[in-house]
């Protein structure tokens, strides 16, 4: 695959953090030179390094009008939310912000935490059921003036969405899924995939597994990483960029370790971005 050249960088919000602190991560990420910010979509913390606490769209939309940066969710828990308001809440932001938001979505692992809000813990084939459900909708919405669904989890009857979207043909969607299934949903319904794999050959399976039920050849592929004393340094992270571009990789998603670190981590950030943009 030709080395790609239009590179984007995602800083992943430290969301176990306060909620004014995360706020001020997001500004100096704008400043630093990141385009886009991320957010989990987790309801407890699981430790001090893992889970949520401000709500996933209520942060993003917060952060999309006091910055220029897109948002977008990493990734978002498609059974958690019906999917037609979800297909109007990112389409009313993607109109606030004129075409800086992300769709990015998964099926749900954590089952601590579905009991915990109330959801139904569904097996593993119920939920990627559900997920793939939950995407077809949403993309019906925003590309139909009306639809008319009847699924195994949700049904509609002359949905109307309204504002549409504001990008063309609407927003990204991505899929942070890894199954077969959710591998074949990503080319089926999606803009792009997420993943953590850096060993080129597994990541050149996937992504052909990919390619082979996309539509076209305009698949974009992200790849999210850990910096800091947990992760890597600034040389290997420029590496690992490095041999990611050439197997077709265009979004680098930084996750800076510990969250308690961010703000001055950040600055070690901007750098890392200049040599690659």
Aim: charged share 25%.
């Amino acid at each position: 695959m030709i080395r790609v050249t239009d590179i984007k960088f995602w800083y992943h919000l430290p969301v176990t953090r306060p909620v004014r602190e995360v706020m001020e991560c997001a500004r100096k990420a704008e400043r630093v030179g990141f385009d886009v910010v991320s957010h989990q979509d987790h309801f407890i913390k699981e430790s001090e390094e893992k889970g949520c606490v401000p709500e996933l769209w209520t942060m993003l939309t917060a952060i999309s009008t006091e910055t220029n940066l897109t948002v977008s969710p990493l990734v978002m828990c498609n059974l958690f939310r019906n999917p037609a308001l979800v297909a109007k809440m990112v389409a009313t932001i993607d109109q606030l912000t004129e075409g800086r938001v992300y769709l990015a979505v998964g099926a749900g692992w954590w089952e601590e935490e579905f009991k915990a809000y109330g959801y139904p813990w569904l097996s593993p084939k119920k939920r990627v059921d559900r997920a793939i459900e939950s995407t077809e909708i949403i993309r019906k919405l925003w590309s139909q003036d009306s639809v008319d669904y009847e699924g195994d989890f949700w049904t509609l009857e002359n949905c109307e969405l309204v504002p549409r979207p504001y990008s063309d043909p609407h927003p990204l969607i991505w899929n942070g899924g890894s199954g077969p299934r959710m591998l074949k949903m990503t080319g089926e319904l999606c803009d792009g995939w997420t993943t953590s794999i850096s060993d080129p050959v597994r990541f050149e399976e996937k992504r052909d597994f990919i390619l082979k039920h996309s539509q076209g050849d305009d698949m974009l592929f992200a790849h999210f990483f850990m910096m800091g004393p947990e992760g890597l340094d600034l040389e290997q992270a420029r590496d690992r960029i490095e041999a990611l571009l050439e197997l077709g990789v265009s979004h680098f998603i930084v996750i800076l370790r510990p969250d308690a670190n961010n703000l001055d981590m950040l600055d070690d950030c901007r750098g890392l971005i200049g040599e690659f943009t």
